[in-house]
């Protein structure tokens, strides 16, 4: 009965086991099922919606073929046939599977092999630029040059050009005008506020949400392998913990690295070399040195008033009355209303206010129009103000007599150059110097290198010699809020105060600009072309510049040229010769030398 008992206990525990097994497995083989039930549910319901909408579904079995199809590299095909294989071997409806599909879906839609034809007749894509935009002669050079060479060797890299200037100067079109000229697609990247490098070389796909960068999404939206990159604001990339955006920038702006440029979420290197990357910046100092140097930078200056008439007559005005539903025959403005929107309504470098306030007079036409008054409009001088009412600029204060003291100064601003006149008189005290107007340590610097060259040339001027120790000294420049600073005033300051001190009137027909050294060398200067067309707007006759400046004579506007005459100076004496209006007797042998230094310079310049 005991052995009879325990083979019962062994046999009653192996048939519960295998029921246990038994029960299990059907379980499993129930879900299994249940599952592939299900699947060929939704996969025929897949399909009825495919027909009735005609999208497409991708399916796993799918994504070799169209890999394969591609042609690409053994490295490339390799990890994309890897990444497949692991779909197929999972459930759809996993979240993993979801990823996989996603990655395999952005990396078959990229251009890996697509190349959009270009236009390189250089006559055609000249007469497109000169139409699309008046001046920038620079810029549109440095294309032709780019395009010249590409015609003699195809397989050229690295053209990466940074075009630099103030707002509203057209830098953003400009790029746009390029790749309509040679026939690229055009994608604009903006970079302003960018803080993560994961925006440029994207996100690991292991993470949620992960993406590929905005290099690699320019890319996919041109849907071409050599299109043209506009990078905006690239000065106001910023950097935080999560690293430096202009740091992965390098990589994509450096023709020796970007053929094999590598996205965090592709894992594959793309090749870059191929597009036409322009960037644009408003300023040069937050770029770093390391991504400065990729990059041939094109600085674009701000418009002249001649300029910006000439953009507002070809340009806004017909795009500004369309936009207001109005044709050409219904509105129609006088040559001296856009001069006086430019001059009395705007004070910038580029043309965006001036756009504006064209597009203010405009809505009023249109108005006029609409309520029946007038069945078209021209508009006149004299009806500005009711347009746009009083002028919010006057123009530049000058000093219009020939003044003791006062001399008419030039200065270069973020909008252009100005007419910035300088002060000085002299009083009774104890020979201080006081120096007002929101100047800069540059300027006060100057200051008193004026007042040691007083000092130095005093008996030559009949000036006390003492006068250091017996008189304060005040120098002003006008418009006492605006802050000013520069390396440009100290002829302007040095002429100010020995004119002062000396009594002899300063011309007011007479402008000046640039630096000076104790010694009295006049040095040169920056923004010539802006000032001299300050002068020309304020009536200036004769131009002082440093000799150093002459070969940025070839850069002004003729217009400018024929009516301003440019007298290039090498020492200060030469300057006070041509400023002040009687000087003070010297010896015969000073004043021989100096009539002729003068003499010889103006000879060269009318020359």
Not at 343 to 355: F, I, S
Not at 394 to 413: F, I, M, R, Y
Request: net charge negative; proline share 3%; charged share 25%.
């Amino acid at each position: 009965m005991q052995l009879l008992y325990q083979i019962l206990v062994k046999e009653t525990l192996v048939l519960e086991t295998e029921k246990d097994i038994h029960d299990k497995t059907q379980e499993n083989i129930d879900q299994g099922q249940r599952e592939y039930f299900l699947r060929e549910q939704l996969r025929v319901i897949s399909e009825q919606l495919r027909e009735e909408t005609g999208e497409e579904i991708e399916d796993a079995d799918s994504y070799s073929e169209r890999i394969r199809a591609l042609g690409l590299s053994e490295e490339h095909e390799k990890k994309l046939l890897k990444e497949a294989s692991r779909l197929q071997q999972m459930p759809s409806s996993s979240q993993e599977a979801y990823v996989i599909s996603s990655y395999l879906d952005t990396c078959l839609n990229l251009p890996w092999n697509v190349l959009s034809e270009e236009n390189l007749d250089l006559q055609s894509v000249q007469k497109l630029l000169d139409m699309a935009h008046y001046g920038l002669q620079k810029v549109k050079e440095r294309i032709i040059e780019s395009l010249a060479v590409r015609v003699l060797n195809p397989e050229l890299k690295g053209q990466i050009l940074c075009l630099v200037g103030p707002p509203g100067v057209g830098k953003s079109s400009i790029g746009r005008s390029i790749a309509e000229a040679i026939s690229r697609k055009f994608v604009r990247v903006s970079l302003g506020g960018v803080r993560d490098e994961a925006d440029i070389r994207g996100h690991r796909k292991t993470y949620i949400g992960a993406m590929p960068g905005r290099i690699i999404n320019a890319i996919n939206q041109a849907g071409t392998r050599n299109p043209l990159i506009l990078l905006d604001e690239l000065d106001k990339m910023g950097n935080d913990y999560k690293g430096d955006p202009s740091a992965a920038m390098l990589e994509v702006l450096d023709s020796e690295q970007n053929h094999a440029f590598r996205d965090h979420y592709l894992e594959l290197p793309f090749d870059l070399s191929q597009v036409l990357f322009i960037a644009t910046a408003n300023t040069l100092d937050t770029i770093p040195e390391p991504l400065l140097d990729r990059m041939e930078v094109i600085e674009i200056s701000s418009y002249t008033r001649e300029e910006k008439f000439q953009i507002a007559t070809r340009h806004l005005l017909e795009k500004q009355i369309k936009a207001h539903g109005m044709k050409s025959s219904q509105c129609r403005f006088d040559h001296d209303v856009i001069y006086e929107i430019i001059d009395g309504y705007t004070k910038e470098a580029g043309v965006r206010n001036l756009e504006r306030m064209i597009g203010t007079v405009c809505r009023k036409s249109a108005k006029t129009i609409a309520l029946g008054e007038a069945k078209r409009v021209h508009v006149k001088l004299k009806d500005i103000k009711q347009y746009l009412g009083i002028a919010k600029y006057l123009p530049d204060e000058q000093s219009k007599q020939n003044t003791v003291g006062l001399v008419n100064g030039l200065a270069w601003t973020s909008v252009g150059g100005v007419l910035m006149p300088l002060e000085a008189i002299i009083l009774d005290g104890k020979g201080t110097i006081e120096i007002t107007g929101s100047l800069g340590n540059v300027m006060q610097e100057s200051a008193k290198i004026a007042v040691s060259y007083a000092r130095k040339v005093a008996k030559e001027y009949n000036i006390s010699s003492d006068f250091y120790q017996k008189k304060d000294l005040h120098i002003h420049a006008p418009e006492g809020a605006v802050p000013k600073d520069g390396p440009s005033a100290g002829v302007t300051m040095t002429t100010a105060l020995i004119s002062a001190l000396s009594g002899i009137p300063v011309r007011a027909d007479v402008a000046m600009t640039g630096e000076i050294t104790l010694h009295g060398k006049v040095m040169p200067i920056g923004g010539l072309r802006e000032k001299s067309m300050a002068a020309y707007k304020a009536g200036i006759k004769i131009v002082i510049i440093p000799e150093g400046n002459q070969a940025d004579l070839e850069e002004i506007d003729s217009v400018v040229k024929n009516a301003i005459t440019f007298l290039p100076v090498r020492d200060l004496s030469e300057v006070l010769e041509i400023a002040l209006e009687k000087p003070a007797k010297k010896s015969k042998t000073s004043n021989a030398k100096t009539m002729k230094k003068k003499t010889v310079a103006t000879e060269a310049i009318h020359a």
